[in-house]
């Protein structure tokens, strides 16, 4: 058995109730998040801090779209306990990444009030720099939010969502938010097929190394997640010290397959997680459900039928498939307000706004859907062929 294997037998996932976002019930489903995984103060005590939510974009908490503040506020209060010298919150949410942009999102979501009532430290820091990757496959460096490279210990604080690319949005895929703004869309035109930008983000998370990770999963977003799906109430919180083996049990709970999740294929593949989730160490104390099964996923991975064509067809086939079969991002025009913040996302710059409307030229999309990830008022939808 090789290390990371021995390692995932023994790092556990806890998954306990929490039915609503009352501070009371999240400070006790936190608590004993800690309590269950036997988080040792010494992993905070006297350290710099980085609590990292997934802040998307402007959207206020009961939207489902980005970390319910409640978390995080339970979250640092929780690090507080263990004495660190200081506990930072900072995301880079997709567009811009300015001071301005940084404000509006935080007053929005939540943060700015979770930062008041515990003393945590809001980022407005915009910096970056390069930080070197010692164990990756595709890439040997990251450009990094300077938080990110400022903190002794990180943890993620995800949101359960769908996610229209990558399947699941889950420990692994919120690490993305450490590379700043429209950086992120050239990462996209770089790692154009999804399971290289899978193995990009496996990358990413075992360089940012996050020591916990918790997933509100209180309201979670099924559907045309990140930010086009409907809120499903799930009620429970889940963590682990793995964001690896946390994506393998976050892939079952949905009833997705290893498959339809590039990122947690990837984490199959090098041994950081297991393929068969009944592999997992799941503590459950409340014997919550472990399957929702009717969990509505993503229209964009229902259709990739590349994995059922002998091997040395698939890239031809995925290459029919991402213009032939991989749905269209479709402008809603009577919804479009014309903001541009699709155009400004575009990884190949392929959207144009014409009389305040934004238009897509088909020709040069490589369908990553990061412009119905950004638009803020739901005007892009995914479609299958028409
Ligand atoms: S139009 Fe949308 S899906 Fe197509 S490349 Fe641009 S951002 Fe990606
Ligand atoms: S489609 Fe959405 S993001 Fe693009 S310009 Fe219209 S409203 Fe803005």
Redesign the pocket.
Known sequence: MSTSQKEYKDTPIVMVKAQDYQPQTIDRAVERLWKELCIDPSLFCGKKVLVKPNLLMRRRPEEATTTHPQVVRAVVEQIKRAHPAQIVIADSPGGLYNPTQLRAIYTTCGMQQAADQTGAVLNFDTGSGAVAVQQGKLCSEFNLIDPVRQADVIVSVGKLKTHCMTGLSGGVKNLFGCIPGLQKPQL?YRFQNKNDFAGMLVDLCQTVAPVLTVMDAVESMEGNGPSGGTMRKTNCLIASQSPFCLDRFLCALIAMTPQQVPTVQSCIERGLCPQNDADLLIINPDALPCQIADFQHPRSTTIDFSGNVPRFLQPAVRFGAKHLLAPK?RIDLDKCIGCGK?AE????H??QIQNHKAH?NYK?????????EMCPVRAIHIRGRK
């Open positions: 996209h991002p699709c996302s575009c990884p190949p392929t959207i897509i040069q999309c490589i369908r990553c859907y990061c412009c119905h």
